[in-house]
């Protein structure tokens, strides 16, 4: 896009005054085609559309009826790009449509590359397999930029190597990489409130249910059921989200957009702007 066709806008945060492209927006969201050939996690069905029946009404034109309507099923946590909120962890409902800014936040993009367990110096909860991967707290330091026009309050991890088989990899069986311990620890220290993530989960997919960087991520102690026990409750955690190649890591601003819906987790489209030199 040439710099003429540019919607310059400016935003002020932290009392810093930033520019963006609105028109810009680059999506981080996988897109969920009901096919079957979005990524597998957690033995989970694949999303599903079906025609709807009603009478004699089939729900599809080309079998004769009078318009298109469909039936989807799916299961957020597991299908494509989601957010989600400490209710994903507690007895009582939080829909995490009521924490998701409105606006734009202040965020950074980062790449860092996952390390073995065994190589990493760093664990979980329970202790990681020697063969997992995890990201780190040394990884996300060594990679964090200094010199920033603002604090981030959003964090955006792409992990290495990236490319576009991550948008129907299976992870059913290949593992795929999570938090440490350390690391979560780390979001929580710098503020971050709102992390957007690649891979399927926060945590190992099998970890006797214990969430330990879900629950650090979101104050809340091991074993705590009560949403009034999370600290940081207004925070979200979006996952198997996608972060194309082209896009440099550095500060920008991302959008948060979910539909108005009820639930502890959502199908959601993360919007990436990046700022404008000025």
Sequence with gaps: MSAAARQAAWLEIQGKR???DAGAAHSLALELDFDGHG?????????????LRSGSFSGRVVSGASCNASTLKLTPHCDGTHTES??????????????VPGGFIAALL????????????????????????LITRQSLEQAWIA????????????????GPEKRSRDYTHSGAAFLSLPAAELLVERGIEHLVLDVPSADRAEDAGQLAAHRVFFGLQPDARALGGAR????????LAYMPETLPDGPC??????????????????LLYELLDT
């Design 18 to 20: 930033v520019a963006f």
């Design 39 to 51: 990524p597998q996690w957690f033995g989970a069905p694949a999303p599903s559309s079906e025609p």
């Design 86 to 99: 400490v209710g994903h962890l507690t007895l009582e409902r939080h829909d995490v449509r009521s924490v």
């Design 110 to 133: 980062l790449s860092v590359a996952p390390r073995r367990a065994a190589q990493s110096g760093e664990s979980s909860r329970p202790a990681p397999h020697a063969a997992d991967l």
């Design 147 to 162: 010199d920033l026009p603002f604090r981030p309050e959003a964090l955006i991890v792409r992990t290495l190597p990236n």
């Design 232 to 239: 940081r409750a207004q925070c979200t955690i979006t996952e």
């Design 253 to 270: 601003l991302l959008q948060l957009q979910v539909p108005a819906l009820s639930g502890d987790a959502l199908p959601s489209r993360p």
